[in-house]
């Protein structure tokens, strides 16, 4: 069974730092790109970051390059989301997402990360 | 970059049928996915490549797509169909392809 669990969702001040893990099980991690979405209050969907099979090649929505840092571990099955400088903006759910030819076929349940003051 | 519009809200009774539209241009030439997210869950892939479902979602929702809209389609809805719908593309000629509209809230009466 395919399963994305997601941690490290925290209440933060503006400015703050904040590290999200997602760990993968069942499929083979090295073989798919993995995302981080995310949800804020009363507000759709918005992607924020993703990563190919070997993490050499990440990239991220203008909303956060800069301040947030994608990364694998392949050995641990598991990505990461460093987020620096965050905002009050940044409040949202964050969801990492595996990726399947342009759609997202399994996503993980969610670290709600709070910037607030 | 590349927009998809939903409208914010569709509200239909029990068995009817509720249509749900994403515009964009010529979407008709992109392939489009479609999410579930009800209150409190992850977003769920319900349609993929415009109008394959994913194991375990049910026939009476269909999707197509055509010119400037793409449309999800529920049949015989039920109170359990109520949550949040967004459209996605994979916009290839975009640095940021991945692409959702702002999401259409279902509403069963």
């Known amino acids: 069974e395919v399963q994305l669990v997601e941690s490290g969702g925290a209440l933060v001040q503006p400015g703050g730092s904040l590290r999200l893990s997602c760990a993968a099980s069942g499929f083979t991690f090295n073989h798919y790109w993995i995302h981080w ?15 190919n099979m070997d993490g050499t090649s990440p990239a991220y929505a ?40 342009g759609d ?4 993980g349940q969610g670290a709600l990360v709070t910037v607030s003051s | 970059s590349y927009v998809l519009t939903q409208p914010p809200s569709v509200s ?4 009817q049928t509720a249509r749900l539209a994403c515009g964009g241009d010529k979407i008709g ?25 994913p194991s375990g979602i049910p026939e009476r929702i269909s999707g197509s797509n055509s010119g400037n ?19 996605q593309v994979w916009y290839s000629t975009s640095d940021q392809p991945w692409v959702f509209g702002g999401g259409t809230r279902l509403t069963v009466l």
């Not at chain 1, 203008?62 to 965050?86: E, H, Y």
């Not at chain 1, 997202?104 to 996503?107: A, E, L, N, Q």
């Not at chain 2, 999800?72 to 967004?86: C, H, N, P, Q």
Request: net charge negative.
């Open chain 2, 69 to 87: 809209t793409a449309t999800l389609t529920i049949s015989r809805v039920e109170a359990g169909d109520e949550a949040d719908y967004f459209c």
């Open chain 1, 37 to 51: 979405l995310r949800r804020g209050p009363e507000k759709g969907l918005e992607w924020v970051s993703r990563i």
């Open chain 1, 62 to 101: 203008d909303s956060v390059r800069g301040r947030f840092t994608i990364s694998r571990d392949n050995a641990k099955n598991t990505v990461f989301l460093q987020m620096n400088s965050l905002r009050v903006d940044d409040t949202a759910m964050y969801y990492c997402a595996r990726e399947s030819v």
């Open chain 2, 12 to 15: 239909v009774a029990p068995g």
């Open chain 1, 104 to 107: 997202f076929d399994y996503w």
């Open chain 2, 29 to 53: 030439i992109e392939s489009v996915h479609w999410y579930q997210q009800k209150p409190g869950q992850a977003p769920l892939l319900i349609i993929y490549d415009n109008t394959d479902r």
